[in-house]
């Protein structure tokens, strides 16, 4: 007889003690519309949206809040799963309940998950004319998604009697760097020293720069994020300013490098910490050899003098690049090959351990090196080659591993690709829709290129779980789909 491992009331008490916690973020843009003078109808919404999120998580919580369970792998698993999942679901209520934007549940989700999973793609048309709180609760999903809601509990259910290192290995899958603290919970806290000092930062240049205060803070929510919302229809291009294009570059590629990086770099004091580590130098190396095929085409194509083709080819190649989607123009209408080769720029995406979407660098860099190790093989079948990132072998094992990760992503593309296909959609808004939502990009091609308004429920569906897939790089909900993971 087949027993399921899981701990059903561990699992529970869990993901009603996160829903709880989140609840509570509501207040923020709660507040934000009653200092604009939103009106009233754009206030409400958060109300609803806190008393059904709250009365949930407590309805979860209450009945099991006694319960005494270790948090297993399995169970961690799951629990990140679900929170996920159901966030995105209870995080869609202010949109769907603000009867202005007449959103479906499923476009709803599609806002929700997009902007949870640091994705920037959007349905909303008009956000210029939007209330502060709905704009300024957008800019705070990506900004908590982007580090992981997950890690921030990590920090706060040690006080609770629930261990987090299962969480973190779970919302963690694949190549990671060394913790950087002995304790999972002060790994948690230095990642989010880092995180806020780097959001903070960046709100104060975009405020020097001209930015009001409110979109200082709201982009430099979404910039650290790596997410791309923006409080405007024209993204960073209704600034008009080179200034903020290149600040916004400039936390966009630190926000693409893993911030345990950072954190030694900053404990150490030593600037050369950085350089050392093989994924940084190939994450720059990427970002400057596209700026150069781009800003070079851009100019010998006569689309733009060399100064704009230089400041837009290095911002869209950044910000496409980590997978942040902010647009100064529409890239998509430039010439030639440019806007696939920027689609595909985001298949890297940023580095491991970063808030960058995509297969991230070091998957890679260990993909081509396997390539290259082959190759070798033809020539000297009876020599041993090693794969090494740095000073470091890599075991056969983890290029298993990556190997895997690569199959299914193509796997998972190719399937929801079809999906979209069969749902009416032509091919280049199906494949570029399932890229951006996949690597967290957002802004696509053909009728997505500016939003996904124009998409049914199905398709966004459909994104809705690419999304979520890409930001749980695809492992950590897969396995959810095995039978090993339910037998004991």
Same mark, same amino acid.
């Given at each position: 007889?087949?027993s399921?491992?899981i701990q059903?009331?561990?699992?529970?008490?869990?993901?009603g003690i996160?829903?709880?916690?989140?609840?509570?973020?509501l207040?923020t843009?709660?507040?934000?519309?009653?200092?604009s003078g939103d009106?009233?109808?754009?206030i409400?919404?958060?109300?609803?949206?806190?008393?059904?999120?709250?009365g949930t /998580?407590?309805?979860?919580?209450?009945?099991?809040?006694?319960y005494?369970?270790?948090?297993?792998?399995?169970?961690?698993f799951?629990?990140?799963?679900?929170?996920?999942?159901v966030?995105?679901?209870?995080g869609?209520?202010?949109?769907?309940?603000?009867?202005?934007?007449?959103m479906?549940?499923?476009?709803a989700i599609f806002e929700s998950?997009?902007?949870?999973t640091?994705t920037?793609?959007?349905?909303?048309?008009?956000l210029d004319?939007l209330?502060?709180?709905?704009?300024f609760?957008r800019?705070?999903?990506q900004?908590l998604?982007?580090m992981?809601?997950?890690?921030l509990?990590?920090?706060?259910?040690?006080?609770?009697?629930?261990?987090?290192?299962?969480?973190?290995?779970?919302?963690?899958?694949?190549i990671s760097?060394?913790?950087?603290?002995?304790?999972?919970?002060?790994?948690?806290?230095a990642?989010?020293?880092?995180?806020l000092?780097?959001t903070?930062t960046?709100a104060?240049?975009?405020w020097?720069?001209?930015?009001?205060?409110?979109?200082a803070?709201?982009?430099?929510?979404s910039?650290?994020?790596?997410?791309?919302?923006?409080?405007?229809?024209?993204s960073?291009?209704y600034?008009?300013?080179?200034?903020?294009?290149?600040?916004a570059?400039?936390f966009?590629?630190?926000s693409?490098v893993n911030?345990?990086?950072?954190f030694?770099?900053?404990?150490q004091?030593?600037l050369?910490?950085y350089?050392?580590d093989?994924?940084?130098?190939?994450?720059?190396?990427?970002?400057?050899?596209?700026?150069v095929i781009t800003?070079?085409y851009?100019?010998?194509?006569?689309t733009s003098d060399?100064?704009?083709s230089?400041?837009?080819?290095?911002?869209?190649?950044?910000s496409?690049?980590?997978?942040? /989607?902010?647009?100064?123009e529409?890239?998509f209408?430039?010439?030639g090959?440019?806007?696939?080769?920027?689609?595909f720029?985001s298949f890297?995406?940023?580095?491991?351990?970063?808030?960058?979407?995509?297969?991230?660098?070091?998957?890679?860099?260990?993909?081509?090196?396997?390539?290259q190790?082959e190759i070798r093989?033809?020539?000297?079948?009876?020599?041993?080659?090693?794969?090494?990132?740095?000073?470091?072998?890599?075991s056969n094992?983890?290029?298993?591993v990556?190997w895997?990760?690569?199959?299914?992503?193509?796997?998972?593309?190719?399937?929801?690709l079809l999906?979209l296909?069969a749902?009416?959609?032509?091919?280049?808004t199906?494949?570029?829709a399932?890229?951006?939502?996949?690597?967290?990009l957002?802004?696509?091609? /053909?009728?997505?290129?500016?939003n996904?308004?124009?998409?049914?429920?199905f398709?966004l569906?459909?994104?809705?779980l690419?999304?979520?897939f890409?930001r749980?790089?695809?492992?950590t909900?897969?396995?959810?789909?095995?039978?090993?993971?339910?037998r004991?």
């Amino acid at each position: 007889m087949v027993s399921i491992p899981i701990q059903i009331k561990v699992v529970q008490r869990v993901v009603g003690i996160l829903l709880t916690l989140f609840s509570f973020t509501l207040f923020t843009p709660f507040m934000v519309g009653l200092m604009s003078g939103d009106q009233w109808n754009a206030i409400t919404p958060f109300i609803g949206a806190f008393v059904t999120t709250l009365g949930t /998580g407590l309805l979860l919580f209450l009945p099991v809040k006694d319960y005494v369970g270790q948090l297993r792998l399995r169970d961690g698993f799951l629990v990140v799963v679900l929170f996920w999942a159901v966030l995105g679901i209870f995080g869609s209520l202010p949109f769907f309940l603000y009867s202005p934007l007449d959103m479906s549940v499923a476009g709803a989700i599609f806002e929700s998950m997009s902007g949870l999973t640091t994705t920037g793609a959007t349905i909303i048309v008009g956000l210029d004319l939007l209330p502060r709180s709905i704009l300024f609760y957008r800019q705070q999903m990506q900004w908590l998604g982007g580090m992981g809601i997950i890690v921030l509990a990590i920090a706060v259910l040690p006080m609770l009697g629930i261990g987090g290192q299962q969480l973190f290995r779970a919302e963690t899958p694949g190549i990671s760097k060394d913790k950087l603290t002995p304790r999972i919970a002060g790994t948690a806290k230095a990642l989010w020293y880092i995180y806020l000092g780097l959001t903070v930062t960046c709100a104060l240049a975009y405020w020097a720069a001209g930015m009001s205060a409110f979109d200082a803070v709201g982009h430099s929510f979404s910039t650290v994020a790596i997410g791309g919302f923006s409080t405007h229809d024209n993204s960073i291009g209704y600034f008009d300013s080179s200034l903020i294009e290149m600040i916004a570059v400039v936390f966009m590629l630190i926000s693409g490098v893993n911030f345990a990086l950072h954190f030694t770099a900053a404990r150490q004091l030593d600037l050369t910490h950085y350089w050392r580590d093989e994924e940084f130098r190939t994450y720059i190396l990427i970002a400057v050899c596209l700026t150069v095929i781009t800003s070079g085409y851009l100019y010998l194509s006569d689309t733009s003098d060399w100064n704009d083709s230089l400041v837009n080819g290095l911002f869209h190649v950044v910000s496409i690049g980590t997978t942040t /989607g902010f647009t100064s123009e529409e890239y998509f209408n430039w010439p030639g090959f440019l806007p696939v080769l920027l689609l595909f720029a985001s298949f890297a995406g940023g580095c491991t351990g970063s808030t960058g979407g995509g297969m991230k660098v070091i998957r890679v860099l260990l993909l081509f090196k396997q390539g290259q190790r082959e190759i070798r093989r033809l020539l000297h079948p009876h020599a041993t080659i090693m794969v090494k990132v740095g000073k470091q072998p890599m075991s056969n094992r983890m290029i298993d591993v990556v190997w895997g990760f690569f199959a299914s992503y193509l796997a998972l593309l190719a399937v929801m690709l079809l999906l979209l296909m069969a749902a009416g959609l032509d091919q280049e808004t199906a494949f570029s829709a399932v890229v951006a939502c996949l690597n967290n990009l957002g802004p696509g091609l /053909g009728m997505v290129a500016a939003n996904y308004s124009s998409l049914g429920d199905f398709s966004l569906s459909v994104l809705s779980l690419a999304m979520l897939f890409g930001r749980l790089e695809i492992f950590t909900l897969l396995i959810l789909f095995t039978p090993t993971f339910w037998r004991q």
